[in-house]
């Protein structure tokens, strides 16, 4: 099979995430649940996994690292734990669902939203961000990188529209760690919102958030710490505050494998492999009469992803005939970006969305162009 589903989930992981995760099942126990060698084993292996992370995205200490499940976690988390009624929160049609329907919820309480829109390719305007600041405007809240599209936000720019103004800035990274730089204190980003399944290599059910140094949020969730017992209340000591239950050890333990993969590859070497398959299957299927593809291509620099359809054919037929046919795995439908779809016109038909990671060949692309050459003749 060749796998170009990887904005969903990077199926390919480093033999080393493999083994680590193996591993832990058959060593570690509890962090923080036992005086023994397992549970120390545990709790070591988490922080030094917090200290990568931290490492990597630039934050003022590991305390400021949280463990989740994913990105929806993150997010569900930041935007409930920091948004209330009266309040007014700045986003765009870009966004998942993760952050949609948070918010959505949120909206029948009493918080005010304003969904900026997009350009005819999916890129946001970023003079719209600062037109939209109210005199109640407490967050903006978007992605890094379009999981449709594959458009680049830049939060560089969006972060010093929210430093001028007081803002909170949470940024969904679901789509850019561990394959673009980030670094939260430049990029002004009070949370920061990852998964540790996609870019970073890791295992599903991994994730986490970075919460910048002195910003309370109330957590999602309260029960077992591991510390403070007695106490009625949850701990409010990052990153405990945020880490009700048991974490996913063994998860976890893949995840570090995975940092460690990433430093030694290079962040750098990943990404230009990556956005150069991507540039080759955009170049491949640019011109095939009867192919539309979404999104900004001006720019090499992108998530690399690129989102088509095939005549009036339904994404989701195209997309099993891509499997059937040519085994080629890719994701068709609405891709839990109902905004970007409705704003794209692509709601009925859905895309045939196909991303790449550096584990995939110069081949299995070639392929998926023949493919689809095929697939718009028919």
Do not use: W
């Not at 995430?17 to 070591?44: E, K, P, Q, W, Y």
């Not at 990568?52 to 690292?65: D, H, T, V, Y």
């Not at 993150?74 to 700045?90: E, F, Q, T, Y």
Request: aromatic share 6%; glycine share 10%.
């Amino acid at each position: 099979m060749i796998y170009l589903d990887n904005a969903a989930t990077t199926m390919h992981k480093p033999q080393a995430v493999i083994d680590a995760v193996v591993n832990a099942m058959n060593s570690i126990g509890n962090a923080g649940r036992g005086a023994n060698t397992a549970s120390l084993g545990a709790a070591r292996l988490i922080y030094e996994t917090r200290e990568r992370l931290a490492g990597m995205f630039g934050a003022e200490s590991p305390k400021q690292i949280v463990f989740t499940s994913n990105s929806t976690e993150s997010l569900n988390i930041a935007i409930k734990g920091l948004i209330d009624p009266g309040d007014h929160v700045i986003t765009t049609v870009l966004e998942h669902n993760s952050v949609l329907r948070p918010l959505y919820e949120l909206q029948e309480k009493g918080v005010e939203i304003t969904f900026l829109e997009s350009d005819e390719k999916g890129c946001v305007r970023y003079g719209d961000f600062e037109k939209a600041v109210k005199d109640n405007t407490k967050a903006i809240i978007c992605t890094n990188g379009s999981n449709l599209t594959g458009n680049l936000v830049d939060i560089q720019k969006v972060g010093e529209i929210a430093e001028k103004y007081g803002l909170l800035f949470i940024v969904d990274a679901s789509q850019t760690a561990g394959v673009f730089p980030i670094d939260v204190k430049s990029m002004h980003i009070d949370v920061l919102c990852f998964t540790g399944h996609k870019g970073l290599l890791g295992p599903q059910g991994t994730g986490g958030m970075y919460v910048r140094e002195g910003l309370s949020v109330r957590p999602l969730k309260s029960g077992g710490s591991g510390v403070q017992t007695y106490s009625r209340k949850h701990p409010k000591e990052m990153p405990t505050a945020l880490e009700a239950g048991t974490l996913n050890g063994h998860g976890i333990a893949g995840l570090h494998a995975a940092l460690g993969y990433i430093e030694e590859t290079g962040m750098d070497h990943i990404r230009e492999k990556e956005q150069f398959l991507m540039r080759m299957f955009y170049e491949g299927v640019k011109d095939i009469p009867g192919v539309k593809i979404y999104g900004d291509f001006s720019s090499y620099n992108r998530c690399p992803i690129v989102t088509l359809n095939i005549r009036d054919y339904d994404s989701s037929e195209v997309s099993d005939e891509l499997l059937m046919t040519y085994d080629i795995s890719t994701r068709p439908g609405g891709h839990c970006a109902p905004l970007m779809h409705e704003a794209l016109g692509t709601v009925e038909q859905g895309s045939v969305r196909f991303s790449f990671s550096h584990f995939n060949t110069e081949e299995e692309i070639a392929a998926a162009v023949k493919a689809v050459r095929e697939l718009a003749e028919e």
